[in-house]
């Protein structure tokens, strides 16, 4: 079983749409969690950081954490075509600088 | 402008040669990090930094050296390339443990003949 676990899609929505991004991971002990996109050919972007349950919300996106299911979701809410992207799920413990990354959802948004 | 540079772009190397990636952060962010990425296997750790004059293993070590000698600068070296390490490498830095967001540089795509 991979540590943080996302199905790698492509997760296909229209224009005007939420679009919803999830992610599993294995360590109860993770504490901090991180959603990052990435353009094909570029480097990695943060989007979100969520570290206590429930809802975070930045514009269109909102990031829901339970640590309980060990899970963490991403929506976006009025989906653009400048949206399309793979979006990386990622995961820290508290006691270490490390991330451990999933291997991304890759997002099309059909204009 | 500040963020983080990596050099080269892109390099192709012969199996069996030495290469030294660049990663220069002008943040002062106290930790660094390499990862590589590859296709269907993600973001991997290959080694960190998490502050001047220390370093740590990832996940992914194996072949790689770095070496932290100044806040700013975090090289990574194949002492002996290999066609397996064919990857695309990011180099990252974070303020510390708390805040712990990472920002990544623009990566320089490696391919080993």
């Known amino acids: 079983q991979k540590e943080v676990e996302q199905n790698s899609g492509p997760l296909s929505v229209p224009e005007g749409a939420i679009a919803s991004l999830n992610c599993t991971y294995s360590d109860r002990g993770s504490q901090s969690f991180f959603w990052y996109r990435q353009y094909s050919g570029k480097s990695p972007e943060l989007i979100m950081s969520i570290y206590s349950n429930g809802d975070k919300e930045d514009g269109r996106f909102t990031a829901q954490l339970n640590k309980a299911s060990q899970y963490v979701s991403l929506l976006i809410r009025d989906s653009q075509p400048s949206d399309s992207a793979t979006y990386l799920c990622a995961v820290k413990k508290d006691s270490s600088y490390k991330l451990i990354f999933g291997s991304g959802t890759r997002l099309l948004v059909r204009p | 402008i500040a963020g983080i540079t990596q050099a080269p772009t892109s390099q192709i190397l012969a199996a069996g040669r030495r290469m030294t990636l660049r990663c220069t952060q002008d943040?002062?962010?106290?930790?660094m990090y390499w990862y590589r990425q590859d296709l269907g296997l993600g973001l991997r750790l290959i080694h960190y930094s998490n502050t001047a004059g220390t370093t740590g293993k990832g996940e992914v070590p194996d072949g790689y050296s770095v070496s932290r000698a100044n806040t700013d600068d975090f090289p990574l070296t194949l002492a002996s390339a290999v066609p397996s390490q064919t990857s695309v490498y990011f180099c990252?830095?974070?303020?510390?443990?708390?805040?712990?967001?990472?920002?990544f540089g623009p990566g320089t795509r490696l391919t080993v003949l």
């Open positions: 990252a830095s974070s303020a510390g443990v708390n805040p712990d967001t990472q920002y």
């Open positions: 943040m002062r962010h106290n930790a």
